[in-house]
């Protein structure tokens, strides 16, 4: 049975790596799911032990989130930025720079995923009407996305979880990560500059911009609501319950579908952290993974330092992908000192810049733009995150050494 076990966690990690199984067209949920039943159908991981293996406080907070997020963009308020980025950009640089800003900024305080869904194809339509290379600004947004989004345990999947299983103060957080998340974003802007000077050479023309629906009152009732959500965050109330709270507050609408908010709650990401956490749990009932720490330990080799916590974040982040990988740490490595998750969440996050497919967040940029006739390249990207990601984490790393959060 240990062997079987061994054997089929391998298995799903492979495909976490190749991101789907070859020849079919089944993803990472799908892979994770699969491999999660079968665990169970063995014995591996008793039936009746299947719920505490998920761990329901953080799939209530990512669903809560997913929500308020979606009323935002159901009041047009993704759009209107988008546009108005276009709109404002007299030279191309000043149109990076802003949509680096505000992409940043949107996604430090709301998924990063759901944010860059909505901005990319706006994005696309605004920048084809002004005639210019929509590449640069795309990369820039999903390097953004990712900066910002290490700011808070709210800006990312795999933050939400580290903050819930370290139970990490959420304003304590903010302080540590925010000098590091805006040092990312200068960098992205400086390098995306750089290397894309050409395109953003030339100026960019005259031409109507499509308006896009904004409620100004639906806009205001979902600032004040992200406002009170951050405040909670501030007390006692557990996270998710706050979350919730507010969630359910904005699906009191007189105009708007409560489906259409329900729709936007991306399951598959929901499905693809239970599955693991049910896989992650079967693996540690071999006894394994408790062997393998101890090992480490002995030969000093945990990620317990900056200098082999990059090198792991950028392996991981970038092969098996940053929300697979930090489940399965924070399942085998109990006991992470608080400054090592502080660590973990600002460099798997931002090693997500370094390749195409090492955020989430990189690869719903890419198939955005794709639908829109935009083709974003695994060469493209590598260019400009790999020059991004080595210079971000290791501002981060002396960030997190000179800070006293982590040793060398």
């Not at 079987?4 to 789907?20: D, K, P």
């Not at 090693?351 to 006739?373: D, H, K, T």
Request: charged content about 10%; glycine content about 8%; some cysteine.
């Amino acid at each position: 049975m240990t062997d079987l076990v061994l054997i089929l966690f391998g298995l799903t990690y492979v495909g976490m790596a190749l991101g789907r199984v070859p020849g079919l067209r089944i993803d990472r949920a799908g892979i994770a799911l699969i491999v999660a039943v079968i665990l169970v159908a063995i014995g591996a991981i008793p039936s009746d032990a299947v719920d505490d293996a998920i761990d329901f406080p953080t799939l209530l907070l990512l669903g809560g989130l997913m929500i308020v997020s979606a009323r935002v963009g159901a009041s047009g308020f993704y759009g209107a930025v988008a546009m108005w980025i276009a709109t404002q950009a007299g030279k191309p640089r000043r149109l990076l720079a802003l949509t680096i800003a505000i992409g940043g900024i949107l996604s430090a305080f709301l998924v990063n995923d759901i944010v860059v869904f909505a901005m990319t194809p706006l994005l696309c339509s605004g920048l084809a009407a002004r005639k210019l290379d929509p590449r640069p600004f795309l990369f820039g947004l999903a390097a953004a996305s990712n900066a910002g989004s290490a700011a808070t345990l709210i800006g990312n999947p795999q933050n939400i979880l580290i903050g819930q299983a370290g139970d990490l103060s959420f304003w304590g957080y903010f302080t540590d990560a925010a000098i590091p998340s805006l040092m990312a974003l200068i960098i992205c802007y400086a390098c995306v500059a750089r290397i894309w000077r050409t395109s953003l050479g030339a100026p960019a023309a005259h031409a109507a911009i499509e308006t896009v629906r904004f409620d100004r009152f639906q806009v205001g009732t979902c600032g004040v609501a992200i406002a009170v959500l951050l405040i909670l965050f501030a007390t006692p109330i557990p996270r998710e319950i706050s979350a919730l709270l507010v969630a359910a507050c904005l699906i009191v609408s007189r105009t708007l579908p409560t489906r259409q908010l329900l729709d936007e709650i991306d399951v598959p990401l929901l499905i693809l952290f239970a599955s693991l956490f049910v896989i992650n749990d079967a693996f540690a009932r071999t006894g394994f993974p408790e062997q393998a720490v101890q090992t480490l330990t002995a030969y000093n080799l945990l990620p317990n330092r900056i200098s082999s916590l990059v090198p792991i974040s950028l392996l991981l982040s970038n092969t098996i992908g940053n929300v697979p990988a930090v489940v399965m740490i924070l399942n085998v490595w109990h006991g992470i000192p608080e400054g090592t998750l502080v660590g973990l969440a600002m460099l798997s996050t931002l090693a997500g810049n370094l390749l195409l497919v090492g955020s989430l967040a990189n690869l719903i940029v890419a198939e955005r733009a794709a639908v829109q006739g935009v083709q974003l390249t695994f060469r493209d990207h590598a260019k400009t995150g790999i020059p991004i990601t080595i210079l971000s984490m290791l501002v981060a790393g002396l960030w997190l050494w000179v800070g006293g959060y982590m040793p060398m």
